[in-house]
């Protein structure tokens, strides 16, 4: 079955870095665009970034792209999002998303916590 587990987060201090990963498994991940999104307390989750299959096309949220970088790497089924110069409105969980026919699959999520 599809499994996508992700890792990498934790508590952070504004201006950092962390560094998510997201292990798929269960599909033929080089075939699939993958993506993180990310949901605040209270919030709706919203798309970070995602990357397609031979990672050709990136997109990202508006206000993400200066910050963090999404890749990927088939041969091990990781995707991964670097996040540089962290603020506090980046606190979220952090999920790894992907859409395999109609089915839309995630992890069970990593917390973001960006805080002096």
């Known amino acids: 079955q599809v499994q996508l587990v992700e890792s990498g987060g934790g508590l952070v201090h504004p201006g950092g870095s962390l560094r998510l990963s997201c292990a798929a498994s269960?599909?033929?991940?080089?075939?699939?665009?993958m993506a993180w999104y990310r949901q605040a307390p209270g919030k709706e989750r919203d798309m970070v970034a995602s990357i397609s299959s031979g990672a050709g096309t990136i997109h990202y949220a508006d206000s993400m792209a200066a910050r963090f970088t999404i890749s990927r790497d088939n041969a091990n089924a990781v995707v991964y999002l670097q996040m540089n110069s962290l603020k506090p409105e980046d606190t979220a969980m952090y999920y790894c998303?992907?859409?395999?026919?109609?089915?839309?699959?995630w992890g069970q999520g990593t917390q973001v916590t960006v805080s002096s």
């Open positions: 269960g599909f033929t991940f080089r075939r699939y665009t």
């Open positions: 998303n992907a859409v395999i026919g109609a089915a839309n699959y």
